[in-house]
């Protein structure tokens, strides 16, 4: 099977560190594609940043159809334009969050997000609310900008694990969720140092759209994810006008 893995921001190292952790995972037979959008911001920190990135994920989605894939995953954990996306493909589409807090509800009664900025959490926060596990998990924002994790001398690293022995100790934690795509890389060796389940959306949502995709199983077309309805888009968006 293929798997579209698009990254909604612009910067391509991102990509493929996500593409790294998507191939480590995948299964025997699941091919990887990995895109880049081509317009938007270079990282998703807030609603104004994932605005702007639709655009650019929907015009991914739509170039690489002609190649085919199975089913797509959004490499963003702020799960940016994922219900556009859904009404818009005709295959699964997946995003990091949704498929990282559901994997660590088969882990753990309570576990907790840790995420960039306060920023982020706050939308995070209202994703985990909204995706029925308010009631289990906490998110935690570490004061890392999303592109400091692509330099090893900005210090993230010890922010992170700074907020995740908060998590372990204040929380109760039971399992930690990375809650950046940018924070892919670390999970096995976060897992190892702390002894307790550490959750990467990338790798979850890869499994996941495996299992749909073994399934036969794709996006209902009733109600809410229903084709867009026709009509012409006018100025800078005419060229996303539904068919």
Do not use: W
């Amino acid at each position: 099977m293929r798997l579209l893995l698009i990254n909604p921001n612009t910067t391509a190292s991102m990509t493929e560190k996500a593409a790294v952790a998507a191939r480590a995972v995948a299964a025997t037979g699941t091919d990887i594609i990995a895109a880049t959008s081509q317009m938007g911001p270079p990282s998703i920190e807030g609603y104004y940043d994932g605005a702007l990135a639709v655009p650019g994920l929907l015009s991914e989605l739509k170039e690489q159809r002609t190649a085919g894939y199975d089913a797509a995953i959004i490499a963003c954990f702020d799960d940016t334009g994922l219900e556009a996306a859904r009404a818009f493909s005709d295959v699964p589409v997946l995003g990091l969050c949704e498929s990282a807090v559901v994997t660590a509800g088969f882990l753990a009664q309570r576990f907790t997000v840790v995420t960039t900025l306060e920023r982020s959490r706050v939308l995070i926060d209202n994703l985990v609310q909204r995706y029925g596990m308010g009631g289990r998990a906490k998110v935690r924002a570490s004061d890392i900008a999303v592109l400091e994790l692509e330099d090893a001398a900005s210090g993230a690293i010890g922010k992170l694990r700074a907020e995740i022995d908060r998590a372990l100790t204040e929380d109760g934690a039971e399992a930690i969720v990375l809650g950046c795509a940018g924070m892919t890389d670390l999970a096995r060796e976060l897992q190892q140092i702390y002894g307790v389940p550490v959750i990467d959306g990338v790798a979850a949502a890869v499994k996941q759209a495996e299992a749909l995709v073994s399934l036969g199983l794709t996006t209902s077309k009733r109600g809410s994810y229903a084709a867009p309805l026709p009509k012409s888009f006018i100025g800078a968006m005419s060229a996303f006008s539904p068919a």
